[in-house]
Nanobody, 124 residues
């Protein structure tokens, strides 16, 4: 399964971006997550969504500003990012949990499939 993230860019503080993550598999029903990694820092959890969108999890640092969603027909997960801050600057990755797993996790290592990232830069 290949995951391809897109939609990153340079934006001023207070601005918005929408990231997309497209999956190549036929059956798209995994728990999906977004993570980010800033230079010199460890990868951190941003948001996750269950296979049907019924369960969502957010990091405290983005709750109320970011929204995760998915369109299973398009095999795509989205991350709408509003009111961006300079500390949101990072490479953003999407990742999936194994198909048999039904529990959302915030641990990067529990997402066994990760796509290439997309750079988000927020200027002050």
């Amino acid at each position: 399964v290949q995951l391809q993230a897109s939609g990153g860019g340079l934006v001023q503080a207070g601005g918005s971006l929408r990231l997309s993550c497209a999956a190549s598999e036929q059956t798209f029903n995994n728990i999906m997550g977004w993570f980010r990694q800033a230079p010199g820092k460890e990868r951190e959890f941003v948001a996750a969504i269950s296979w049907n969108g019924g369960a969502l999890r957010y990091a405290d640092s983005v709750r109320g500003r970011f929204t995760i969603s998915r369109d299973n027909a398009k095999k795509t997960v989205y991350l709408q990012m509003n009111n961006l801050k300079p500390e949101d600057t990072a490479v953003y990755y999407c990742a999936s949990r194994p198909k048999a797993v039904t529990v959302i996790s915030t641990t990067p290592a529990s997402y066994t499939n990760r796509g290439q990232g997309t750079q988000v830069t927020v200027s002050s």
